[in-house]
């Protein structure tokens, strides 16, 4: 008894091979459309996601000035908690 199925998508994600991580057949590659995303640079990530966070709180907004100045620290804590989480994996 076979069921069908249509239009179904798929999503994934994975690194690339080494660190005790395969790699995939070609024969699944197939099936995937794939892309390589090099990770930004920190001071990239920090301007990206610094700026975002500077646009949505701010004095223009009413939002309160200890949130503001806790704003500016948060993309830094959030970058230097990843390298450390990184390391560990």
Sequence with gaps: ????IEQLKYIAAMAHPGGGRNDIPNRLKSKFFLFN??????????N???NILRA????????DPG?????TNL??????????????L
């Design 1 to 4: 008894e076979f069921k069908k």
């Design 37 to 46: 995303m090099v990770l930004p640079s920190t001071v990239s990530a920090d």
């Design 48 to 50: 990206i996601y610094g």
């Design 56 to 63: 949505r709180f701010n004095a223009k907004r009413g939002v």
């Design 67 to 71: 949130i503001i100045a806790l704003v």
């Design 75 to 88: 993309t830094t804590a959030t970058i230097g908690l990843w390298t450390k989480v990184q390391r560990v």
